[in-house]
């Protein structure tokens, strides 16, 4: 299903006047595709993708998948923390990973807070880490997995649930190029296999060749959609 922000808009109070963070974005990102949302530093990106996460809710506009409307200004913190569980994954900066759990066990907490039997989806997990590149290694702690490694792991723990949209806040911040770009690729070529409708925000536009489309955001606004 595709992702939609319509209208988006998201002002905070900053002292006796107020700050606008988001201005007025529409953006959609169609099911199975990636789209990067690029800028400078406090030019917006963050925040819309807590809008576009239901963590934020927006001052105006709306967030549909599909055809229903799943986030809006009046939205509540249990709604949208259900639409999240149900329908959204999300990967972080940083891979948040608990240290005393495997791999597996991290995709399996996961699956078991999104309201599953971690044991049903025992075997969706290891076909996710091998398809991350982690075959043999789902035993295996954080401490004793690479940066990046321990990024693959997030990647397969955003997508054990089936999300119908997964949301990508810089993956490669804390990875050289080469494997940044891996990292991009991978994300990709997963969203093309589940169908997930896909927004990543990056700094590092030299890793984005595998991407759809990408849009410049820059004093709140964004640009159209430019494919790659």
């Given at each position: 299903m595709d992702l939609r922000l319509d209208g988006i808009t998201l002002?905070?109070?900053?002292?006796?006047?107020?700050?606008?963070?988001?201005?007025?974005?529409?953006?959609?990102i169609p099911a199975g595709t990636t789209t990067a949302l690029l800028g400078p530093s406090g030019a917006g990106k963050?925040?819309?993708?807590?809008?576009?996460?239901?963590?934020?809710?927006?001052?105006?506009?709306?967030?549909?998948?599909?055809?229903?409307?799943?986030?809006?200004?009046?939205?509540?913190?249990?709604?949208?923390?259900?639409?999240?569980?149900?329908?959204?994954?999300?990967?972080?900066?940083?891979?948040?990973?608990?240290?005393?759990?495997t791999a597996l066990e991290q995709l399996e907490l996961h699956a078991h807070l999104r309201g599953h039997?971690?044991?049903?989806?025992?075997?969706?997990?290891?076909?996710?880490?091998?398809?991350?590149?982690?075959?043999?290694?789902?035993?295996?702690?954080?401490?004793r997995l690479s940066g990046g490694q321990r990024q693959r792991v997030a990647i397969a723990r955003a997508l054990v649930g089936r999300p119908q949209v997964l949301l990508v806040d810089e993956p490669t911040s804390a990875l050289d190029h080469e494997r940044g770009t891996q990292v991009v690729e991978l994300i990709t070529g997963l969203a093309r296999e589940t169908g997930a409708a896909t927004l990543l925000v990056s700094h590092d536009a030299a890793t984005l060749g595998s991407v759809d489309a990408t849009v410049r955001m820059l004093d709140a606004r964004v640009e159209a959609a430019q494919p790659v």
């Open positions: 002002v905070y109070p900053d002292g006796d006047t107020t700050l606008t963070a988001v201005d007025d974005v529409g953006l959609t963050s925040s819309l993708l807590a809008v576009a996460a239901g963590l934020t809710p927006p001052s105006r506009g709306t967030v549909s998948i599909g055809d229903e409307t799943v986030f809006t200004p009046t939205t509540t913190v249990a709604e949208a923390t259900r639409v999240r569980l149900e329908r959204i994954g999300m990967v972080f900066q940083s891979p948040n990973l608990l240290g005393s759990l039997r971690p044991a049903s989806l025992r075997e969706r997990s290891l076909e996710l880490l091998d398809a991350v590149g982690l075959a043999g290694l789902h035993d295996r702690r954080p401490a």
